[in-house]
């Protein structure tokens, strides 16, 4: 909410702009910048005072570690988690130790929702090039084989994460795509507040984060910048499971997109690839559909839509939006893919090399933990390829 700048915003001022965008569920992270913790006397650990039922507001924390990756610890009940940061040059905190591992598990003994933020830009693949930069969440995919985290944010269109998401689910694991903007709302020209989101799906519950919080978790969601979703398989949601006999059957996927601007793209994806393109209306902001598909392998799917460059008023680089996963287990069979368990074996060994050539570690022990969970993490990948 406040980070530097000469305005300063507050939790009154932050739910006024939540109302003015019909945002529902407002998350206020309280973040270090460099060595100031703005916003901590926020933090209750409980929903704040100025929710009503129709929009709610809780206060949590972002921890920012310049090497590892940015997350977001949603829903702490107890206490903020500190140091905050970690990698930071020039300071008591140059060490890549502690692990974004640790401050994970930390917040899961809040029962927090974890997750990583802004962590790829732009349509290439954050492994590529002579020297992969990894992006800015270079520690993401040794936290989803330890199963420290549950969600993968989107900030602003682009296709490197959801690549780098589509790998993860190509294995099975149950990480939710979320949508958020990283708004700095007391800055004069930053992100809308509420211009990437995600919607979750309460049934007959009612608006309370709790709820919200628990549908977030169980990834009934889509995430976007504008473009509303709906898709089932059988009758499922994202968030849910289809069961098929051990030699496959038929299943019928059924949608609809709308939108307030024209549309390009309306992608049915199958684990990671385009399984069918649907046509718009003669309006291009509109789809239904409804077909039937044999179906002789597990998998997963998501609707997914996208429109073209700097299409007012989306505020955003391009339209986009993606529902989570749905899966098709056939038999028994679980989800597996042998390609993207090693793209994520040449992650983790491009990941070691860069953490053994940092800097800033205080002793051998600091070093040798961080590198013993990335070794760790890499052994879950070697073994889904065998």
């Known amino acids: 909410m406040n980070y530097a700048g000469d305005l300063h915003n507050t939790l009154e001022n932050l739910m006024f702009m939540s109302a003015a965008e019909d945002q529902s569920v407002v998350n206020e992270l309280v973040a270090n910048k460099d060595n100031r913790i703005l916003d901590y006397q926020f933090f209750t650990g409980e929903t704040s005072h100025l929710s009503t039922s129709e929009r709610v507001l809780f206060v949590s924390e972002e921890y920012r570690p310049a090497f590892h990756g940015h997350v977001y610890f949603l829903g702490l009940t107890e206490h903020l988690l500190s140091p905050f940061a970690s990698g ?8 890549l130790y502690p692990s974004n591992t ?43 084989a330890l199963g420290t985290v549950e969600g993968l944010e989107t900030t602003y269109a682009n296709h490197a994460t959801l690549l780098v998401w589509h790998h993860v689910l190509n294995n099975d694991f149950k990480i939710v795509l979320t949508g958020g903007e990283d ?24 608006l309370t984060y709790r709820n919200w919080l628990k549908g977030l978790r169980e990834g009934r969601t889509f995430a976007t910048n504008g473009p509303l979703l709906t898709f089932t398989i ?62 002789d392998e597990s998998g997963w799917y998501t609707l997914q839509v996208e429109g073209k460059m700097n299409t007012l008023p989306i505020s955003d680089l391009y339209p986009q939006a993606t529902t989570n996963a749905i899966r098709v287990y056939v038999g028994d069979d679980p989800i597996r893919n042998v390609e993207s368990a090693n793209y994520f074996v040449r992650w983790i060994d491009r990941l070691i090399a860069m953490a053994e050539a940092h800097p800033g570690w205080r002793t051998p022990n600091e070093k040798g933990h961080v590198l013993g969970q990335f070794r760790q993490a890499q052994q879950v990948y070697k073994e889904l390829m065998n």
């Open 234 to 295: 059988n009758g499922a949601m994202p968030g849910e499971d289809v069961r098929l006999p051990q030699n496959g059957g038929t299943v019928t996927l059924k949608g609809e997109v709308q939108s307030i601007v024209p549309l390009d793209k309306v992608m049915i994806m199958n684990n990671g690839e385009i399984l069918k393109k649907v046509p718009l209306d003669e309006t291009g902001s509109n789809a239904v559909f409804k077909i039937t598909i044999d179906v």
């Open 183 to 206: 708004s700095i709302s007391n800055l004069y020209r930053n992100a809308v507040v509420g211009s990437q989101r995600s919607y979750v799906y309460l049934g007959d519950k009612p």
């Open 88 to 95: 930071y040059e020039g300071t008591a905190i140059h060490s």
């Open 102 to 144: 640790d401050m994970l598990r930390l917040a899961g003994e809040q029962g927090a929702f974890r997750g990583y933020v802004h962590p790829y830009f732009g349509e290439n693949d954050p492994l590529s090039g002579e020297e992969p930069s990894l992006g800015a969440a270079k520690s993401f995919p040794v936290d989803v």
